[in-house]
C-alpha cells in the first residue's frame, strides 16, 4: 500500500474567510480524518496550491476554513480508486546448457486517482536472448512504470562460456545460473515485493541450466543426479490470468529433460527450438541448450482497472486497449510510453 500524493487546488472562495485551512480526508466520503502532516494548509486565494500525502485508500478530501469553524465552509473534493498490475519485461535466456531468464518484476494494488490529472504510463521491452557465439549471458528486461510505481525487468540467463562467474543476472526476478565450469552457478536475485531469484546450474552427468525466477516463487535449481534442467518459477495470478512466470533452463544431453516454463516464460532448449517469453506478459526467455540461441524475454504490460462510469485518454506512443465487464473497465497498455488521464 502506498500513499497518495496530492496537490490541492483552492476552487471556491469561502467567503474570504481566511487562507488557513485544515485537510481532512475520508475512505467512505462520510466519515473525516483530519489528515496529520496536512493541517494549516496556506491557501490564499481561488487557484492556490498545497502539497498534501494522503492514505492510499482515500476516497475524498475535505478543506476546512480555520477562521470559520466548521459550517458549511469547505470544499470537497473526491479521490477515485482504481486497481493496478505493472509488469516488467522479462529476461532473455542464457545459450549453452544455460539458466532461464527471470520474469519481469510484478507489482500490483490500489491507486486513489484525481480526475483530469495525468499519469505517467511505460511499457517494458523483454531481453534479447543471448546468442550461440561469444558472451552467452542473456539481456535484461527493462522496466515498467505507472505513476510512481516502477517494475524492474527480469534478470538475464547465464551459459556456459560467458563468464567464469556463471551466475544468472539480478532483476525483478532473478535469471538463471548455467552449467559452467566454476563454482559460482548461482540464480540472480529477484528484488523484494516483485519477484524471486533464479536457480542454480549444475554439473553431473551432463549440463543443465536453472529455472529462471517468476513473480511468486523461486526458479528450481538444475536437478544434478536425474540431469533434469530447472523449471522456471510461478507467475502471479492478477483478473483470471497469470503472469511473470520464469524461464526453463536449458539442457545438454538427450534424452535428459530441459526445464519448463510457467505463466508465460519459455521453455529451454534440449536439442529442439527454445521458447521465448510471451509477449505482454513478462515471462522470462527460455535457456538454450548446445547450438540454439537463448529464447527473448517477454514484453511487460500495465492494467489498469476502474469504474466503467469513467473513461481514459491515452496521450505519447502507448498502445492500449479497453474492455467493459459488468461495472469495470480494464484498460490494457501493451507498449510505448506517454499518459494516461480519467474524465
Not at 114 to 137: D, E, K, M, R, W
Not at 176 to 191: D, E, H, K, V
Not at 217 to 244: D, E, H, K, M, Q
Not at 249 to 273: E, F, R
Request: with cysteine.
Amino acid at each position: 500500500m502506498a500513499n497518495i500524493f496530492r496537490t490541492i487546488t483552492l476552487t471556491v472562495d469561502p467567503a474570504a474567510a481566511g487562507p488557513l485551512y485544515d485537510v481532512y480526508y475520508s475512505t467512505d466520503c462520510v466519515n473525516y480524518t483530519i489528515c496529520t502532516d496536512g493541517s494549516s494548509v496556506s491557501l490564499p486565494t481561488v487557484g492556490s496550491t498545497a502539497n498534501v500525502t494522503f492514505p492510499d485508500t482515500t476516497a475524498c478530501i475535505k478543506l476546512i476554513n480555520l477562521s470559520s469553524g466548521c459550517g458549511n465552509n469547505f470544499v470537497v473534493e473526491s479521490i477515485l480508486q482504481l486497481d493496478y498490475l505493472v509488469v516488467a519485461g522479462g529476461g532473455g535466456g542464457g545459450s549453452r546448457h544455460a539458466g532461464g531468464g527471470g520474469a519481469g518484476g510484478l507489482q500490483s494494488g490500489s491507486f486513489g486517482f484525481v480526475l483530469s490529472t495525468p499519469y505517467t504510463i511505460t511499457i517494458g521491452v523483454g531481453g534479447t536472448g543471448a546468442g550461440t557465439n561469444g558472451f552467452n549471458l542473456g539481456n535484461n528486461g527493462s522496466s515498467s512504470v505507472f505513476n510512481v510505481v516502477t517494475s524492474l525487468g527480469g534478470g538475464g540467463g547465464n551459459g556456459t562460456g560467458a563468464l567464469l562467474d556463471g551466475s544468472g543476472s539480478a532483476g525483478g526476478s532473478g535469471g538463471g545460473g548455467s552449467a559452467a565450469n566454476s563454482n559460482t552457478n548461482n540464480g540472480g536475485y529477484g528484488t523484494s515485493g516483485q519477484g524471486f531469484r533464479g536457480g542454480a546450474g549444475g554439473l553431473s552427468l551432463g549440463y543443465a541450466g536453472g529455472g529462471g525466477g517468476g513473480a511468486s516463487n523461486s526458479g528450481s535449481n538444475a536437478y544434478t543426479i536425474s540431469n533434469y534442467a530447472g523449471n522456471g518459477g510461478s507467475g502471479s495470478l492478477w483478473n483470471g490470468t497469470f503472469y511473470a512466470g520464469g524461464g526453463g533452463g536449458g539442457n545438454y544431453n538427450s534424452p535428459s529433460l530441459s526445464g519448463s516454463a510457467t505463466a508465460g516464460g519459455g521453455d529451454g532448449g534440449n536439442t529442439v527450438t527454445v521458447n521465448s517469453g510471451t509477449p505482454n506478459t513478462g515471462g522470462g526467455g527460455g535457456g538454450g541448450a548446445v547450438a540454439e540461441a537463448g529464447g527473448n524475454g517477454g514484453s511487460g504490460v500495465v492494467l489498469l482497472k476502474y469504474s466503467s462510469a469513467y473513461s481514459a485518454s491515452i496521450s505519447g506512443s502507448l498502445t492500449a486497449s479497453t474492455v467493459t465487464t459488468g461495472s469495470f473497465k480494464i484498460t490494457s497498455f501493451t507498449s510505448g510510453s506517454g499518459t494516461v488521464t480519467f474524465t
